[in-house]
C-alpha cells in the first residue's frame, strides 16, 4: 500500500480573503461549485459564518457526501473540516482520504491548489489505482476549481 494524490491549481482573480471565505463556506458557495461527482452533498453540523468562539469561518464544520468518481467506483464521505489561514483541510472519518485547499496571494490575486491523497491498495489494484484514480479526481478537482473561479470573479 502506498499514498495516492491527486493535485490541481488555478490561478483567481480575486483576493486571498475572499476565495477562502467562499471555500469554507460549506452552506451556500460549496455545494454551487461541486461537480456532478458529489451527490448527497449534506452539511451535518455548524462550522459556517462567523463563529462565536472566536474559529475560523467553516472550521469544525462536518459534510457528507457520495464521490461517484466512476459508474462503478464510489466513496461515502465524512468529512471534518478544519480551517487555518491560507488553509481548508478535510479529513474523511470513513477512509484515510484528506483533501486540502491552500490560497496564496499570486500577483493580484489568488492560487488556489487542492490536494487530496489517501493509502491507496496493494498489490495489483493498488497498480491500477495509482495510476488510474489520480487522473480521474484531477479532473473533477478541475471542474470544482473552475466553478469557484466563476463564483468569485
Known sequence: MGQVSATQ???????PDAVLAALAD???TRPAILPEQYRDYQVLSAG???????GLPGDG????WILQATS??????KATVTVTPGTITETDANSSM??????????SGSTVTTT??????GGIGGFFEKTFAPKGLNRIQAVLLANLKARVE
Open 9 to 15: 491549481s488555478i490561478d483567481i482573480a480575486a483576493a
Open 26 to 28: 460549506y452552506t451556500e
Open 48 to 54: 459556517q459564518g462567523e463563529r462565536s468562539d472566536g
Open 61 to 64: 464544520t462536518v459534510v457528507h
Open 72 to 77: 462503478k467506483r464510489q466513496r461515502d464521505v
Open 98 to 107: 484528506v483533501t486540502t485547499y491552500t490560497v496564496k496571494a499570486s500577483g
Open 116 to 121: 487530496t491523497s489517501w493509502t491507496g491498495a
